[in-house]
């Protein structure tokens, strides 16, 4: 797994910016729904669109996470995208960008989001890599595949 943050430019950003920021759980404004096409407001404006209903277990900030992604600037190019790469990723989640740290723990594997990251959540005024500019709301459409459960 060490391999794999160093390796992709766009993932080792998500985990280098969560480092910055911190990764406890944010509860859901309202009751939490994980109904297809059921949309999700959190704290901090990330917005969580349920696109596939997961039945297995749902992930704690501590947990390590795989999944499928694609990310996308709000003008629609795409940045990143595992399916891409033709291999879902693994990662800590509570290393990531509080987007993905809050976002995912709404979702069940086996179910799929699209989470807008406003800046504040993903990068903010630094952007990332020459890849994200600065204060950039970052689209990403997830697939939460499993979830390895930390004490």
Same mark, same amino acid.
């Given at each position: ?6 390796? @992709? ?53 501590? +947990? ?10 709000? +003008?629609?190019?795409?940045? +990143? ?10 990662? &800590? ?25 406003? &800046? ?17 709301? @970052? ?13």
């Amino acid at each position: 797994m060490k391999k794999f943050f160093s390796a @992709l430019l766009p993932i080792s950003l998500l985990v280098a910016a969560g480092a910055a920021f911190s990764a406890t759980p944010v509860p859901a404004a309202g009751a939490a729904s994980s109904k297809p096409d059921a949309t999700e407001t959190l704290p901090g404006g990330i917005v969580v669109q349920h696109t596939k209903t997961g039945t297995g277990a749902s992930p704690q900030a501590a +947990d390590v996470v795989q999944v499928h992604y694609r990310g996308k600037l709000v +003008d629609g190019t795409e940045f +990143d995208s595992s399916y891409k790469r033709g291999k879902p990723t693994s990662f &800590p989640l509570n290393g990531v960008i509080p987007c993905w740290t809050q976002g995912l723990q709404k979702l069940k594997v086996g179910g799929a989001a699209t989470l807008t990251c406003p &800046p504040a959540t993903a990068y903010g005024s630094r952007g990332a890599g020459g890849v994200i500019p600065p204060n950039a709301t @970052l689209t990403f459409e997830v697939e939460l595949l499993a979830v390895e459960k930390r004490p």
